[in-house]
C-alpha cells in the first residue's frame, strides 16, 4: 500500500477485556515496528520484527502484551486484561529492511485505546 | 542505552520569528537522528534525518538541522515560522546497540504559532 495503515482508529474498551490491533506495513517492507504514545511518557518502543520473528520484544511492558506477525506483512498487538494504564495511542511503523544503517521509519496514523 | 532529552516541552512563537529546538542524545558512538513532525490529527511524519556527511541537513519545508558531535546536539531551526507550522516536534536517534533499529524518542516539544 501506498503507506501504514492501522486498524481500528478508536478503540474503547471496558477493564479486564482483551483487545488486538493491526498494523498493515508498506508493501515490501521487511521490518515493522510497535510504538506506544502516552502523556507523559512520550514515545516509547515496545518490540520490532525482522519478517516473522521479533528479535527485539524489549519494550513490552508487561506479560499482558504480545505481538505476532505473519506472512511477513501484517502485525497484530494482542492486549490482555486491559488496564486503565494501558491507554494510549498505538502506533506501528514499517521501513524497508530495518538491518541498513540508512533504513527510515514510516509510520502509521495509530490506534487510539481508550480503556475504561 | 541511549537517551534523547529536548529541552521545551511548549514553545509559542509569533508568525515570522525564528525557531529553534533543542535536542540532545547520550551515546558515545556513531548514531542516526531524525526529527519527526506531529501536525494535529495527523500521523508522525519525518521532517528530517542525519546520517553522516554534511552535518547541516535541510529538511522540508524550510527545515534544518545542525549535527554538533561534541555536543551531542541535533537542534531544530526554522527562520521564520508559519501558522502552518503548529504542530509536536520530536527528536529522535538509533544506535548499532539497537542493530541501528529501534528510535529512542524525546519527549517532545509542543509548538504553538500564533498568526
Known amino acids: 500500500g501506498a503507506g501504514v495503515s492501522q486498524s481500528p482508529s478508536n478503540k474503547v474498551t471496558e477493564k479486564g477485556k482483551d483487545v488486538e490491533l493491526r498494523c498493515d506495513p508498506i508493501?515490501?517492507?521487511?521490518?515493522l515496528y510497535w510504538y506506544r504514545q502516552s502523556l507523559g511518557q512520550g514515545l516509547e518502543f515496545l518490540i520490532y520484527?525482522?519478517?516473522?520473528?521479533?528479535?527485539?520484544k524489549s519494550g513490552l511492558p508487561s506479560d499482558r502484551f504480545s505481538a505476532e506477525r505473519t506472512g511477513g506483512s501484517v502485525s497484530t498487538l494482542t492486549i490482555q486484561r486491559t488496564q486503565q494504564e494501558d491507554s494510549a495511542v498505538y502506533l506501528c511503523a514499517s521501513s524497508s529492511t530495518g538491518r541498513r544503517r540508512t533504513d527510515t521509519q514510516y509510520f502509521g496514523p495509530g490506534t487510539r485505546l481508550t480503556v475504561l | 542505552a541511549q537517551s534523547v532529552s529536548q529541552h521545551n516541552h511548549h514553545v509559542i512563537l509569533s508568525e515570522a520569528a525564528s525557531l529553534e529546538l533543542g535536542c540532545n542524545y547520550s551515546y558515545g558512538g556513531t548514531v542516526n537522528l531524525f526529527w519527526y513532525v506531529q501536525y494535529p490529527g495527523q500521523h508522525l511524519q519525518l521532517l528530517l534525518k542525519y546520517f553522516s556527511g554534511d552535518p547541516l541537513v535541510k529538511g522540508i519545508k524550510g527545515f534544518e538541522a545542525e549535527f554538533i558531535k561534541s555536543k551531542f546536539s541535533f537542534n531544530l531551526r526554522k527562520p521564520s515560522v508559519q501558522w502552518s507550522d503548529t504542530a509536536e516536534y520530536f527528536c529522535?536517534?538509533?544506535?548499532?546497540?539497537?542493530?541501528?533499529?529501534?528510535?529512542?524518542f524525546g519527549k517532545g516539544t509542543m509548538l504553538l504559532v500564533s498568526p
Open positions: 520484527f525482522q519478517g516473522n520473528s521479533a528479535p527485539d
Open positions: 529522535a536517534v538509533n544506535a548499532p546497540g539497537s542493530g541501528y533499529s529501534t528510535l529512542t
Open positions: 508493501s515490501g517492507h521487511t521490518a
